[in-house]
């Protein structure tokens, strides 16, 4: 019999989890230069080395999403959290660049389910009017591993050195692993995970081309893709290299104002979740946060050389309006039956984190294009990047448009 604090503490171990995988998603944006100067590696290898952890993740989601409908998020994540904990060990061991990549690659694949695996597990235990602010919870929570990727990691770096960071981690990932196996239960008592006969492998195929069919989820589909990669793109790789480049700060000081950004995400995520049931829809707050952001970057895209404090403003503003993705999760949970919900929200993720892989190679070519001078790049390389943002944002909103708006009040879709 599963009791109020064993909930609280299963709901605990999951956001844990998740909050693990964004720090690991994080955290070459501040380690960037460092890894620039000591494997020298140039702008194209660093976009490369940002985006292996997304490109992997995003692979493995619509194989993920038929294991986490067929036997349950509570053993997959707890093996891929394990994988994630080897493929730390593999970074923090790496001597050349590719095993760099490697080690991204292999942490990717294991936290591939930290956060759909979370939304399976809560789209069988909380009700649909409850899940935007579930999501945005878990997504709150998981944002603080962005925030620990920023100065507390640049910290911990000069003290430990990035290798003994990670090992570190990699340790912590496989604790948490464990305790998601002790903690964690698909369903609650007396309704079964699976509520019919357990689906065969072929059926659960099947069941993916069913959700790639509706014509709504693909309307969805374009801002999924560039909606997280474009905040990512700064947060998770650019971000220090831009604010020393054109601004003149060091690394704890863009650590700093990347921790702000990285906050103030958090705190969005838990803005949009609070909102969407009040205003009762979710299109209208999609709408307004991804036309905001791609606003947002078409000011960094033509801003000199500027107040710290400014930065510190209009950085918090983008990763205050650029933490909408977890109302298109929402969405998309609308969408699918519950025997359909793990490969509907993986597909959506394949999207999101595919978007992400491809924004950081596009963003390494991009400013790989522009000659280094004093081992700086100049503003109009990082310009040439936020107007390829601002481009792509605008023309995913515009097809979002056309969606219809989901109803909060449902139970479970056709």
Not at 101 to 106: E, F, K, L, Q, S
Not at 328 to 352: D, E, Q, W, Y
Request: glycine share 12%; charged share 10%; proline share 6%.
């Amino acid at each position: 019999m599963q009791t109020r604090p064993h909930l609280v503490a299963m709901v605990t171990i999951l956001c844990t989890a998740f909050l693990i995988s964004q720090f690991y998603r994080a955290s070459v944006g501040v380690l960037g230069p460092t890894f620039m100067a000591e494997m020298g590696l140039s702008a194209g290898m660093l976009g490369l080395l940002g985006g292996t952890y997304f490109i992997v993740f995003a692979v493995a989601q619509v194989p993920c999403g038929v294991l986490l409908d067929h036997y349950g998020p509570r053993l997959i994540n707890t093996t891929l959290l394990m994988i994630a904990a080897a493929g730390a060990v593999i970074f923090a061991s790496a001597t050349e660049p590719i095993m760099l990549a490697i080690g991204r690659g292999v942490i990717g694949l294991g936290c591939a389910t930290c956060f759909m695996g979370t939304l399976v597990v809560f789209s069988r235990w909380f009700p649909p009017r409850r899940f935007p602010l579930m999501a945005a919870i878990a997504s709150g929570v998981g944002g603080g591993g962005a925030l620990v990727a920023t100065t507390p990691l640049a910290i911990t770096a000069e003290w430990l050195g990035w290798r003994g960071t990670f090992l570190f981690v990699s340790a912590i990932t496989a604790l948490v692993a464990i305790m998601v196996w002790l903690l964690v239960r698909n369903a609650p008592p007396g309704k079964p995970f699976h509520e019919g006969p357990r689906e065969t492998f072929t059926s659960a195929l099947r069941g993916v081309g069913e959700v790639a069919r509706n014509r709504q989820l693909r309307l969805l589909l374009p801002l999924n893709t560039v909606s997280y990669g474009s905040i990512m793109v700064v947060l998770g790789l650019w971000g220090a290299p831009y604010l020393r480049d054109v601004h003149g700060l060091n690394t704890v000081g863009a650590a700093d104002i990347l921790m702000a950004m990285a906050l103030s995400s958090m705190v969005g995520g838990l803005a949009y979740a609070w909102l969407a049931p009040r205003l009762g829809s979710i299109k209208t707050l999609v709408l307004a946060g991804g036309s905001a952001t791609a606003a947002i970057f078409v000011v960094f895209a033509i801003l000199p050389p500027t107040d710290h404090y400014l930065l510190l403003l209009l950085l918090s503003l983008l990763g205050l309006a650029g933490s909408y993705p977890i109302l298109i999760v929402s969405h998309v949970r609308m969408l699918a039956p519950k025997r359909l919900v793990g490969r509907a929200l993986t597909l959506s993720n394949l999207f999101s984190f595919g978007g992400v892989g491809l924004l950081q190679l596009l963003s390494g070519w991009v400013i790989g294009f522009f000659t280094v001078t004093n081992g700086a790049r100049p503003p109009s390389a990082y310009s040439a990047l936020f107007w390829c943002v601002a481009g792509l944002a605008a023309v995913a909103v515009l097809i979002y448009v056309w969606i219809q708006d989901p109803d909060l009040e449902m139970t479970d879709p056709a």
